[in-house]
């Protein structure tokens, strides 16, 4: 059986009724051949999917009387005009997913590295992680193709999430600027009076100000650092891309310092970096080892006021260094007041596999490690600031 499974039919495709849409709907499920028991022919658009699938999912034997044997070769032309192919027949979602086990399942990384390759894929997260894992071996004929490619996708990513982030992110600063006990001429009392309208006294005509809100102190006082600690190891790959963006947006932001920083077994600083997203990823080298405690001890040594940073280590905890010292880092950050988060993932892929007893050491210190999706993270970066309790789900 395919592990694809069934397939709708395109524009221009005039489906069976009945007992016949049903058959061919297994048929188009199961691949042909004589397993399939259907005896149901394809023709036209349906026959041209079923080849699609076939190439990437099928097994070799023949087909439909056809003897088409499955698979792309190491031919450029052939995938070029498969990926062609896979974008008439099917919707974006599926396409890259199509894609995806392509390079995973046939080995079409290299295939990657010539310019009308890129040109014909569609691109997404995925893509872009692969393209940045080929990025040392990529042809200077090919890397402004690959750049126009990763900064599509950048560009989806912004539209998608920096609003939403700067708004979640601006009221989280708007309400810890607030004073708490503000002194008489710092009394704003159109919000005092708005959150204590529970105490009116209609006879009196008046309100209790039981609770006295103050004027925001100046954005300089209130200015936050947030560090962007990332792990580039290769099963990384998405989280890296969500995380440049993420960093992209923050930085843009005055009321924030933000920091990138990336590791695998070296530390690499790309904050000055930060205005672009695409000189980012670009300035990442995913694969390799994993150093957590030593790019930890970097974060820490730039950390100038602990009491207003947070901290956002993204990685699955797969420590090379020395373990006992990173807890310890860890521990003496916290400590200091910063404010530490660990995300074990930042995608849409759901809980990766990640090191279980450094997650529940760190637990054991107040810094919960869970999987993040995108749109969550402006919550998690709002209540970090605030210093209240995490969004982890």
Known sequence: ???????????????????????????????????????????????AMDAALGALYGDGGGRDRGERSAGLGGSAPHVARWLGDIRTYFPSSVVQVMQRDAIERLGLSTLLLEPEMLEAVEPDVHLVGTLLSLNKAMP??????????????????????????????????????????????????????????????????????ERLVGYGRSARAVRKEVVLCVDQSGS????????????????SMRS??????????AV???????????????????????DINRALAYCQSRITRPADTVVVLISDLYEGGIRDEMIKRVAAMKAA?????????????????????????????????FACTPDLFPEVMAAALE????PTT
């Open 387 to 390: 210093k209240r309790p995490l």
């Open 268 to 290: 690499v600083d790309l904050t000055e970096q930060l205005d672009d997203p695409v000189d980012v990823l670009f300035g990442t080298q995913l694969g390799g080892g994993t």
């Open 256 to 265: 924030i310092a933000t920091r990138l920083v990336v590791f695998d077994t």
């Open 337 to 369: 007041g910063v404010q530490f988060v660990t995300l074990l993932a930042l995608s849409d892929e759901g809980a990766p596999a990640y090191d279980r007893e450094h997650a529940a050491a760190l637990a054991a210190l107040g810094a919960p490690a």
């Open 236 to 251: 990384m790959a998405a989280s890296v891309v969500y995380a440049s963006v993420f960093g992209a947006v923050l930085a």
């Open 140 to 209: 200077d004929t090919t890397k402004e193709t690959a750049r126009a490619v990763v900064r599509t996708v950048v560009e989806q990513l912004e539209k998608r999430l920096a609003a939403r982030t700067r708004a979640t992110v601006t009221g989280a600063l708007d309400r810890s600027a607030r004073i708490a006990r503000p002194r008489h001429r710092d009394i704003d009392w159109d919000r005092t009076i708005r959150a204590n309208l529970k105490n009116y006294l209609p006879e009196h005509r008046t309100v209790v100000p």
């Open 1 to 47: 059986m395919r592990e694809q499974g069934g397939v709708e039919a395109g524009p221009g495709t005039e489906p069976p009724a009945g007992g016949d849409e049903r058959l061919r709907r297994w048929r188009m499920v199961l691949g042909g051949g004589e397993a399939d028991g259907t005896g149901c022919a394809l023709g036209g658009r349906d026959a």
